[in-house]
C-alpha cells in the first residue's frame, strides 16, 4: 500500500510542476500516472502467475552459514540472504512426529498433506494426494523439476509421482516421464534406458522390462538431451518439452552444467507460457554430501545452490508477477561453522573468508536433524510465508498466492 501512495503523491507533486504546459500534456499524463498507479497497487494483490520453488535438500542454517563466509563473508549477503521476506521457520518433522525424510517433507510441502517417512505423495492409506505441479498443470500452466540427484529421488518424485515406497525408483521414473512435467533436468539416466542400453552421452540402463524411457518420452515430444553441450544449444525459445538427464545416477562435483545454467534454461524455457508456469529446483546433494559430513563439498554445493537463487531472483524482480521462495526440506548433519577458540573438536577446516579469516566445522552426527529451517520468498503473498509454522503451510500459501483456493485448512501455523 506504501508504493501506491508514493506513486499517488508523486503524481500529484508532478502535476504541479507541468501545471503551466499546454492542457493536453497534462491530461495525458495524469492518466498515465493514474494507470500506473493502479498497476502497483493491483502487483500488491494480485495472484502470483508463477511460482518458483527451490529447495536445498538438507540446507540447514551450518551450510547456509559455512557457505555465506566462504564466498562473502561474516558481513556479506549470499543471493537467498536479499529475498524480501527473510523471517520464516519451518518446522519439518513428519505426520507422527519423527524426523523427517525427504519423501514426508516434500510430500508436505507438494500437498500440504504431513505423511510418513518414505511415502511420496500418499496419504498413510495409501490415497494421491494431488501436488501443486499438478494444480497448475490442470490449469493450464507449464511446470518443471530441476535437480542434481536422481530425478526419481523423493524430492523431485513427491511433486509429479505417488508411491507408498520412495524406493520404487523404476515405476517412479515412469510416472515422472507420464505426469506431463515440460522440463526435467537431473540425474538418474539408469532408471529410463534398458538394462545394458547406453545412450550418446555414456549413461547405461537398469531397466528389465523392455521400456526404454527416454524413446517413449521423445515419442511424447520431449528433447532428449544428456551433457551440458546439449543443453547449451537448446533452443529454449521454441522449445516446449525437454528431458535432460546429465549422469547416470547422482550428478558429480564439480555439476556439469551448474544448477544456476539448468535453472536459467528452463526458467526461459517455462516462463513462455502465456499462463505462466510452476518450478521445483531441489540443491539435492548439499543433503548427500552432508550423510558423510564432508564440510567443503557442502559449502561448493551451497554456494551453487545459491547461484541458481541468483537466476531466479533475476528473473522473479524483472517478471513482477512470481513468487519465489527458498527452503530446505530438513537440516542434515547439524553442521555448525565457528571462528572463535571454544574447546571444539574442529573436525573439519580450516576454511577461510574472502578477508583471510580462519573457521572450523563440525558436525553433530551423520543424518537429518529435526532442527526448523529457514524460509524466505518474495512475491506476491510472500509475507504469509513470515513466521513459525508447519513445512505444509509452503503449500498452503503457494496455491493461495496462485489464486487456486485456500489450501490445506487442516495445516497448524503459529506466528
Ligand atoms: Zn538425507
Request: with cysteine; aromatic share 8%; proline share 3%.
Amino acid at each position: 500500500m506504501s508504493r501506491t501512495l508514493g506513486m499517488l503523491e508523486w503524481c500529484a507533486g508532478w502535476r504541479m510542476v507541468r501545471k503551466f504546459a499546454r492542457m493536453r500534456s497534462v491530461v495525458v499524463a495524469i492518466a498515465a500516472c493514474c494507470v500506473l498507479s493502479v498497476a502497483v497497487l493491483a502487483g500488491e494483490y494480485e495472484s502470483a502467475k508463477s511460482v518458483i520453488l527451490m529447495i536445498g535438500d538438507g540446507m540447514g542454517t551450518g551450510q547456509i552459514e559455512a557457505a555465506r563466509w566462504t564466498l562473502v563473508g561474516e558481513d556479506g549477503l549470499l543471493a537467498m540472504d536479499h529475498l524480501a521476506v527473510q523471517s520464516g521457520w519451518s518446522r519439518t518433522s513428519d505426520i507422527d512426529g519423527s524426523v523427517t525424510d525427504s519423501a514426508a517433507a516434500a510430500t508436505a510441502m507438494a500437498t500440504g498433506q504431513k505423511t510418513m517417512n518414505g511415502r511420496l505423495s500418499v496419504s498413510l492409506t495409501n490415497d494421491s494426494l494431488v501436488t501443486i505441479l499438478e494444480m497448475a498443470r490442470l490449469r493450464g500452466k507449464s511446470v518443471g523439476l530441476v535437480t542434481t540427484v536422481p530425478l526419481v529421488h523423493a524430492t523431485p518424485a513427491a511433486f509429479a509421482a505417488h508411491a507408498p515406497n520412495r524406493d520404487k525408483f523404476l515405476s517412479i521414473a515412469v510416472q515422472l516421464i507420464e505426469a506431463g512435467v515440460d522440463v526435467l533436468f537431473g540425474g538418474g539416466a539408469q532408471y529410463l534406458l534398458q538394462f545394458r542400453e547406453t545412450c550418446e552421452c555414456g549413461w547405461s540402463g537398469w531397466r528389465a522390462d523392455r521400456r526404454d524411457l527416454v524413446v517413449e518420452a521423445q515419442l511424447l515430444g520431449y528433447t532428449f538431451i544428456c551433457n551440458q553441450e546439449g543443453l547449451a544449444s537448446l533452443d529454449t525459445d521454441s522449445v516446449d518439452r525437454v528431458l535432460g538427464v546429465f549422469a547416470n545416477a547422482e550428478m558429480l562435483r564439480p555439476l556439469v552444467p551448474t544448477l544456476a545454467e539448468m535453472t536459467t534454461a528452463a526458467i526461459n524455457i517455462l516462463s513462455r507460457d502465456p499462463d505462466g508456469f510452476f518450478l521445483m529446483i531441489e540443491g539435492g546433494l548439499i543433503d548427500w554430501v552432508s550423510h558423510y559430513n564432508q564440510a567443503d563439498a557442502a559449502i561448493e554445493l551451497t554456494i551453487g545452490f545459491d547461484r541458481a537463487i541468483d537466476v531466479a531472483l533475476d528473473y522473479t524482480r524483472g517478471a513482477g508477477d512470481t513468487l519465489l521462495i527458498v527452503t530446505a526440506d530438513h537440516d542434515t548433519g547439524g553442521m555448525q561453522a565457528y571462528h572463535d577458540e571454544r574447546d571444539t573438536s574442529r573436525e573439519d577446516g580450516p576454511f577461510f573468508t574472502p578477508g583471510g579469516s580462519p573457521f572450523f566445522v563440525d558436525w553433530l552426527h551423520t543424518d537429518h536433524t529435526n532442527a526448523d529451517v529457514p524460509v524466505r520468498a518474495e512475491g506476491p503473498f510472500a509475507a504469509l510465508l513470515s513466521g513459525t509454522y508447519e513445512n505444509t503451510r509452503i503449500f498452503d500459501v503457494m496455491v493461495t498466492s496462485f489464486g487456486f483456493g485456500t489450501g490445506n485448512q487442516d495445516s497448524a501455523f503459529t506466528e
